[in-house]
């Protein structure tokens, strides 16, 4: 008999034991020389963590109650290891190409880094998890009672509830010391997994001297067993194919998706190749561990007295034989399973709990994010450490909800399915490129619903949240909704069917929403980089860090930042260290130098990832590579944003010049305009001033006299004219003149042309033909400047026409919505050279004599029919001079009149 | 006796004002009221003094005045002219062209019969 104290003190010891190991282990990582720390074997061993207490004391407990149907809760996970060339070695790939923390991480990681899948599977693994937990208490606390009872039926310590509380709390006391006493980047924790292999050892010997003791201390060796085999129940359970497969698939999705698994699997492994050792090690672990479970059971039913639990067969069959050594070896192997478990869930689940719910959550809340580094790391451990404690929690509460009386396989079973949901979206995410997060997120939601409500609820027995009524009936009484008879699927074994129903709707919507949901950029970029993990062989970055890489370093360091720059800081950096030369250690503090330096030139992305390229084991994920574009897209776009700028610039700069020539023509221009002016103004004054000077000669005959005065009289009227005009045209070149817009015929407005170009100077004969019907065509336009145009053009062909017979022929027509006037002679015309020049001011082609004006006339046409909207043009090849004048049948007022041509 | 003088200049009215004033002073005087060949006209005129405008249609004043100090016949030949423009430029180009004397329209009538009777004289 073993008193409680010591078995107390025995427990501590063992614990500081694992403690010191740990810190060990931690302590050689933290200097570089893992060395054996990471070899197969004890990643192996790590996997162990699957065995919980639940295999410890429940795989006989099963086989005791279900004959061999344990079995399969070891084929599933031997399956996957045997198979692990075809999915593990890609899920381990993954893993470490993407630096994944959690399974959370790695699923919400797949599906465009969504934060919302992360949560959902963090949720599911927590609820999961919770059951499984509250097993570990309830398999310690039981295995107390027992030693302190010494009875095989269990419980003598006055309160249950208070020795599972004190479990708990140690527990977690243990975690958080162990899990979270630092935080490392890549979420590894060599010490962590150094203490579980311990513990695996642990556990696997006290399991085999319990069995070896059994088999030939209390029985008479194997044919003993045999034959108390034969006798047994356990002979006579049948064996249901159904349950068999079923159990067997998801106790191999298992092992893919337990967020532990997980973690000691992918997470904390450090070599691919480790995995080879593990798929024949691990599955001889498994072997081992369960050679011995149906003789314990056979053995433990046919000598303890009836009603014995048989889940503590374990314990209680040495207890019984007064073997209390082996009894405590028995204990510590459960212990062992319990702790290990526990520890590595809640360290697995905090991580996840911490990265997707209260980190986002925290920094979301405070505003402007975090301040300093410093800040984030305080947050992640508190957060990680709270969580650990909320776990752990939550397992207690399950633990005296359920009443601790649930048989421990079955609550690990539902745990199992719960985690299972993760399996399509795991799945799909490694394998089919066109899974997308729309369709993982519905699918793990709709399968970890139907678990919920066919599974987990109904597992808190009638009183618990599902009402036996309800159970029975279904919700509202309606059948096909009764938890256990979705869809009028009825008789089928309950784990069964929720597997079932959670597995193939998950399944089923996930697909579906795939198929018809489109998956984003990042989304679509990580699927590549998952479902084609091993198109980049991690092998050729196997850098390690001697002086050939400081070379390297220095090559890649004086491309970035210039020959010079990057000797002196090397330079400087090995003087720091004491060494000559170039060339540093490239000690883990001066790596980080060189990477903050680089930082400053290409940006932090792109250092972290051209640094990852010589760092060991370290692989550039496609986050940093998207960090690593964004970076250069900043980098183009300013270039891009220079490029226009300088273009702009010269644009400007062609601008000004442009402006600046066309300022100089203006200046030329104004300058022989002015010139033109002052001849203009200067040839009339000539004549008057001559002649008035004449008029002054009193000798002068009378009628001298009066031609005198009368030339004198002709050339005001010209100054007046040349006046009137300059500003008329000065006017209407600058758009503002006020337009008298109203109805009129085209008809009166040619005829009232006519009429004003011959009352002067009709020394000529001199026809005019019209075509009168075709010109009543009414027009709302300012008709007097109109008028305008069409006297100037009548009296130019006046002047102008050098023909014997000088004729003039005016035809109008309507063309959509203009009216068209010709106006054409039958002289000799404009010659060609000056046909484009004849609008032009000033430009009067024959001799100041015969013309009578100053060369302003046409000008002030082009003028007058840009204000009205419309255009005057010279019309070659027609015979003599011809003009043509368009203009809209309807002046707009708001209308901004065309430029004239 | 009578000295001759030579008129281009296109403006009728002008014209007529200076035939009106040299004739009163004893000339003789000619007209033409055209560039492009009043060259033959000055050839076959052969004034004491010609009178040109500058601002002719068909043919420049200056352009004139070039072709006439190059041909030796008439390099001697007195000129005056006739512009709108005043400025110095304008007279500065006149002279070099050899104008004999610069005068710009409009101009008093004692001064251009007192201009045309110093020239004769030289």
Known sequence: ?901 | MGRRVLLIEDEPHIAEAIRFLLTRDGWTVASHGDGSDAMDVIRREVPDVLVLDVKLPGRSGYDILGELRADPTLAALPVLVLSARSRQEDRDMAAEIGASHFMTKPFGNAEIVAALRQMAQT
Request: charged content about 15%; hydrophobic content about 50%; some cysteine.
């Open chain 1, 1 to 901: 008999m073993v008193p409680f104290n010591i078995l107390v003190a025995v427990c501590l010891a063992y614990v500081c034991l694992l403690f010191l190991v740990a810190f060990a282990a931690e302590r050689r990582a933290e200097r570089g020389r893992g060395g054996w720390l990471r070899s197969p074997i004890v990643y192996t061993l790590s996997l162990s963590i699957y065995c919980t207490a639940w295999t410890f004391y429940g795989a006989v407990g099963y086989a005791a109650r279900s004959g061999l149907e344990f079995l399969t809760i070891y084929l599933g996970p031997t399956l996957v290891l045997i198979g692990w060339w075809v999915l593990l070695r890609k899920l381990v790939r993954i893993g470490r190409s993407q630096r994944v923390t959690s399974i959370a991480d790695l699923i919400s990681s797949r599906y465009g880094k969504s934060n919302l899948i992360g949560v959902i599977v963090t949720v599911i693994a927590v609820v999961a998890a919770t059951p499984y937990i509250a097993l570990q208490l309830q398999s310690v606390t039981l295995s107390f009672g027992v030693f302190a009872s010494g009875t095989p039926e269990g419980w003598a310590l006055p309160d249950q509830g208070a020795t599972a509380l004190w479990v708990a709390g140690g527990l977690t006391l243990f975690t958080i010391l162990f899990g979270t006493r630092n935080l490392d980047a890549d979420e590894r924790h060599h010490g962590v997994v150094m203490a579980i292999a311990l513990e695996a050892v642990v556990k696997l010997v006290a399991l085999v001297a319990v069995g070896i003791f059994v088999v030939w201390g209390v029985a008479d060796g194997w044919a003993d067993v045999a034959a108390r085999t034969r006798a047994s129940p356990i002979a006579d359970w049948p064996l249901q194919p159904g349950r068999w497969i079923g159990l067997t698939f998801v106790s191999a999705a298992a092992i893919l998706t337990l967020p532990r698994m997980f973690q000691v699997m992918v997470v904390e492994n450090s070599d691919e190749r480790h995995l080879a050792t593990a798929s024949w090690a691990f599955p001889l672990y498994l072997m081992l561990m369960s050679l011995f479970v149906v003789p314990i059971a056979v053995v433990g039913l046919s000598t303890l007295p009836e009603g014995a639990n048989p889940d503590l067969f374990v314990l209680t069959l040495p207890l019984a034989e007064g073997q209390g050594k082996l009894a405590m070896l028995a204990f510590l192997g459960g212990f062992s399973s319990a702790t290990s478990m526990v520890i590595v869930a809640a360290i697995a689940l905090a991580t996840m709990v911490s990265n997707h719910v209260v980190t986002p959550l925290w920094l979301s809340l405070r505003e402007g994010g975090a301040r300093a580094p410093g800040d984030v790391r305080g947050l992640v451990l508190m957060s990680r450490r709270v969580s650990i404690a909320a776990i752990l929690a939550l397992g207690y509460i399950y633990y005296s909800l359920s009443g601790g009386s649930a048989a421990l396989a079955s609550i690990g079973l539902i745990a199992f399915v719960g985690v299972a949901q993760i399996l399509p979206a795991m799945l799909g995410g490694i394998f089919w490129r066109g899974a997308t997060g729309v369709g993982a997120a519905v699918g793990l939601t709709t399968g970890f619903l139907v678990w919920l409500y066919s599974l987990y609820l109904p597992s808190f027995g009638p009183d618990g949240l599902l009402s036996a009524e309800l159970v029975a009936t279904g919700p509202w009484g309606i059948g096909w909704l009764r938890p256990r008879a979705l869809f009028g699927v009825d008789g089928l074994d309950p784990l069964l069917h929720a597997l079932f129903w959670s597995l193939s709707l998950n399944a089923g919507s996930f697909i579906a929403v795939s198929l018809v949901t489109f998956p984003g950029p990042v989304e679509r970029m990580q699927g590549l980089a998952f479902v084609n993990a091993f198109d980049h062989d991690p092998g050729a970055r196997g850098w390690s860090r001697g002086g050939a890489e400081a070379e390297d370093l220095l090559i890649m360091a004086q491309g970035i930042l210039g020959a010079e720059e990057a000797q002196g800081f090397f330079q400087s950096e090995a003087e720091a260290q004491g060494k000559a030369g170039f060339l540093p250690d490239t000690t883990p503090d001066f790596i980080e130098k060189l990477e903050r330096r680089l930082a400053g030139a290409v940006g932090a992305a792109t250092a972290h990832a051209m640094i990852a390229q010589f760092a060991v084991g370290a692989a550039v994920s496609a986050q940093d590579l998207m960090a690593v574009a964004s970076e250069a897209q900043q980098i183009l776009e300013y270039s891009t944003q220079l490029e226009a700028k300088s273009e702009e610039l010269a644009r400007t700069a062609r601008q000004l010049q442009e402006a600046n020539e066309k300022l100089k023509d203006l200046s030329v221009q104004k300058d022989a305009f002015l010139s033109q002016i002052s001849h203009e103004l200067r040839t009339p004054m000539t004549s008057i001033r001559a002649f008035s000077e004449i008029l002054g000669d009193p000798d002068l005959p009378a009628e001298m006299q009066k031609k005198y005065a009368s030339v004198i009289h002709d050339e005001t009227i010209r100054l007046t004219r040349l006046l009137d005009d300059l500003l008329d045209l000065s006017v209407l070149e600058n758009r503002k003149v006020q337009l008298n817009v109203k109805v009129a015929n085209l008809h009166d407005l040619i005829g009232r042309a006519v009429q004003a170009a011959s009352s002067t100077r009709a020394q000529r004969s001199f026809a005019i033909h019209r075509d009168m019907p075709s010109e009543h065509i009414p027009v709302i336009t300012d008709a007097d400047r109109l008028v305008q145009v069409f006297i100037n053009l009548v009296s130019n062909a006046r002047k102008y026409c050098d023909a014997d017979r000088p004729e003039l022929t005016i035809s109008a027509r309507r063309r959509g919505g203009r009216i068209i006037v010709d106006f054409v002679d039958n002289g000799s015309g404009i010659p060609k050279e000056a046909q484009r020049l004849i609008f032009e001011k000033f430009a009067r082609l024959t001799d100041t004599a015969q013309a009578g004006g100053a060369g302003l006339g046409l000008a002030i046409c082009r003028e007058i029919m840009a204000n009205l909207g419309g255009t005057i043009a010279y019309l070659p090849g027609q015979g003599g001079a011809a003009f043509r004048v368009s203009v809209p049948v309807r002046l707009e007022a708001q209308l901004e009149p065309e430029a004239a041509e």
